[in-house]
T-cell receptor, first 109, second 115 residues
């Protein structure tokens, strides 16, 4: 079967750095996405990785290792507005997204 | 309209009733999707459409039907609602169904409660 694993919840301090991990087992791989979802709102796109390595976009970076079936999202200089759920999703061999359950990130002052 | 709209925003429905959730996009995207999101579970694909006139079944299609008569609209129908269909429903769209950084854009969601 297909499976995406992420921690359920993480807590971090404002101004700090946090890394959210995602491991996956899917039928085929056509890229990995990270989305942000604030409570009561729709998911919004953060990043996309298809090749191994780090993609940096401002305070957010995403890393991929295809051989390990592993990705992480790195958030730097945390702000209170970063309190949200972070969803990992893999595009499978049918080009459909398989979603993890999401990691709820709580930022404390 | 900018992006994707969904209606209604929320609905309480008696079991056994028929309900259609509406979704409209103005981005001329070819592909559209319906997901349900339940606490502790990832987004689960109900149905999708790669282009107008075609539809396909996702991971959890039972009890739901869709149609794609044109590019912009992708309604989701519950023929006879059951309590297990209580969920938040998201409609999404993307330019195409293919490899590459083709992100999905999401509507604001419909919160459905079936009693």
């Amino acid at each position: 079967g297909q499976n995406i694993d992420q921690p359920t919840e993480m807590t971090a301090t404002e101004g700090a750095i946090v890394q959210i991990n995602c491991t996956y087992q899917t039928s085929g791989f056509n890229g990995l996405f990270w989305y942000q979802q604030h409570a009561g709102e729709a998911p919004t796109f953060l990043s996309y990785n298809v090749l191994d390595g780090l993609e940096e976009k401002g305070r957010f970076s995403s890393f991929l290792s295809r051989s390990k079936g592993y990705s992480y999202l790195l958030l730097k200089e945390l702000q209170m507005k970063d309190s949200a759920s972070y969803l990992c999703a893999v595009k499978d061999s049918n080009y459909q997204l398989i979603w993890g359950a999401g990691t709820k990130l709580i930022i404390k002052p | 309209i900018a992006g994707i709209t969904q209606a209604p925003t929320s609905q309480i429905l008696a079991a056994g009733r028929r309900m259609t959730l509406r979704c409209t996009q103005d981005m001329r995207h070819n592909a559209m999707y319906w997901y349900r999101q339940d606490l502790g579970l990832g987004l689960r694909l109900i149905h999708y459409s790669n282009t107008a006139g075609t539809t396909g079944k996702g991971e959890v299609p039972d009890g739901y039907s869709v149609s794609r008569a044109n590019t912009d609209d992708f309604p989701l129908t519950l023929a006879s609602a059951v309590p297990s269909q209580t969920s938040v429903y998201f409609c999404a769209s993307s330019e195409s169904v293919a490899g590459g950084p083709d992100e999905q854009f999401f509507g604001p969601g419909t919160r459905l409660t079936v009693l």
